[in-house]
DNA sequence: TTGTAAGCGTTATCAG
DNA sequence: CTGATAACGCTTACAA
């Protein structure tokens, strides 16, 4: 029993081989009795469609690739849970492009739209993988939480410069006025306005911001626990740290703790994402919660609308972020 | 510039469609000139090749699928990384075959490969994924961290059976003598064999475990909270829980502080996996360490040396696991 | 309603 | 070293 094709099942039917393919694909356009002879001798010999003939010839691979830096980090796995949802309701399977932020892998995984081995890219990045950005030559593509910026890319984002507002307001209201903050790599966009929202924030208080106050990280838990450290160097001590994703707040925790400072009594922490840990933390982290799944479902539904054949009415989408309030943030000590 | 093919290319360069195919290919049964000559062209048109096209005369799809319950699971997400490393280090792509453990799913997803449009199988479930169990007729498949149990399919895992025995013996060898378990699904060959691992180190001790001091879980996080919930309304409480995995000890610690109860002053908690988390919660989980990279990766290894026609040495890999000790654990309190 | 036949883009065999 | 040419398995006008 090697390769069972439809010539097989067609012979055994006694029938032609396009009757074999209509009776799959148009089942109406055949006689209710060959579609059963048909079915009844495909499964007779134990066939399996080769997707890949079918591939070639209709030009669809029934793929799509989501370029992204890190399946393991929280919030990357969970939008892909999202996408994933969407992706297997319309039939569509998805290749993983982990590329640990390397743009040469974002560009060889963005090359699998032009090799055909997926009909469409999810990208999670603030760079856009092509040579030539003739934005007509493109391949169905949607943006997915880092705005590349381009007109003509849908892009589906929360707005990361009012969420980056929100978690300083929340401070800044229970009373803090130095306020630091641990950002994700400036490359990116959503880091950026992020950073944006909080000076806004700082700035309508009356207050203003050192850039010593600001350090960098690159949104894993490991580097926020070693940017607080340096944080501490300082001589001044913030009385609260605003770190723009959950893993680098976690981390954070984990730092102050290590030298000795409780939160939120000695010091403050909020977060960005709203990752399953950070309800799991201790103490439970406060933090902006981004509608993550549901992100990447819908960059999922507006792929697929492109590859349709729609054009979308919109380039980019908002979804709402809510401010979490758990127990990582208090007012600041008394001097 | 719709569609270049090698016949655009063979044009330009003025050589025969399978001269360029060689010089692709089989870069030296073509002279250095017309391989200049070809390549040249080939830039000029902008060519990029169709996998499909390749695919379909090769019956090689360079996809391998990983059937995984759930990828937004922190062990499950880092299995994949390993995968991943190593897959693309051989030229080929993942595809993400998320289960939310559906019997239903993992068939389908299985079905890729005889379908063609995925050339091997990494398997992390406990069941075959197939009806006809016919050894011979399964496409290169490996199971990882669940056995099958399925003679002539290469596993790769832990010894769970004594990562078990060595997380009880540590509760023990700290005087703990009332040691709950929260398992995960009993279907999953795994939890078996850590509860077998469990109750193997208790008598060993000369003790004796009630099934009610035995509670399950469905390996989640929010799973291992209900059940520590559940395990603490019992009159005669553990001082100490043994969690089938970190997500689930995080969960339950966070119960416990729920409920008043301090860690590891009041219970002590560990773990199975190291999860990146384990090592950043508070207080840091006590653990057995599993090398779920390396798994990962171990599993693509074996798959590929399948697909080239290898014949394994061994259908059991056991990669080693280590006891890590923070600060979840410690004496029970003195009564 | 069913069959014939022409590809889809690539690889591979076999002559020149 | 190079070039016809026949597959690979399927879809799809078009013809019968």
Known sequence: MAKVGMKDIAAEAGVSIAT???????????????????????????YTPNRLGASLRTARSGNIVVIIPDVADSHNARLIVGIERIAHEKGY?????????????????AAMARSRQADGIILMSHRLP??????DELPPLVNGCEFTGHEGIPCVA????????????????????????????????????????????????????????????DYTTESGAEATRELLLHRDRPT??????????????????????????????IGIDDIEFARYANPP?????QPTEE?????ARILFDIMDGERPGQWVHILPHELVVRESTAPPPEP
Do not use: W, Y
Request: aromatic share 6%.
């Open 295 to 299: 992100i990447g479902a819908r960059c």
């Open 285 to 289: 982290l406060t933090t902006v919660a």
């Open 93 to 109: 399977s998805v290749l993983l492009g982990n590329t640990r932020g390397s743009a040469a892998r974002e560009r060889e995984f």
């Open 20 to 46: 074999v393919s209509h009776a799959f694909r148009n089942p109406d356009r055949v006689s209710d009795g060959t579609r059963r002879k048909v079915l009844a001798a495909a499964r007779r010999v134990g």
């Open 130 to 135: 092509f040579d030539a950005a003739g934005a």
């Open 240 to 269: 609260a740290i605003f770190c723009f994703s959950d893993e680098i707040a976690i981390g954070c925790m984990h730092a102050l703790r290590g030298q000795g400072f409780a939160v939120p009594r000695d010091m403050s922490v």
């Open 158 to 217: 929360i707005d990361d410069r009012a969420a980056g507002a929100d978690a300083t307001r929340h401070l800044l209201a229970l009373g803090h006025r130095e306020i630091a903050v641990i950002t994700g790599d400036m490359a990116s966009t959503s880091s950026r306005k992020r950073l944006e929202g909080f000076r806004a924030a700082v700035a309508e208080a009356g207050l203003a911001v050192g850039d010593d106050r600001i350090v960098f990280a």
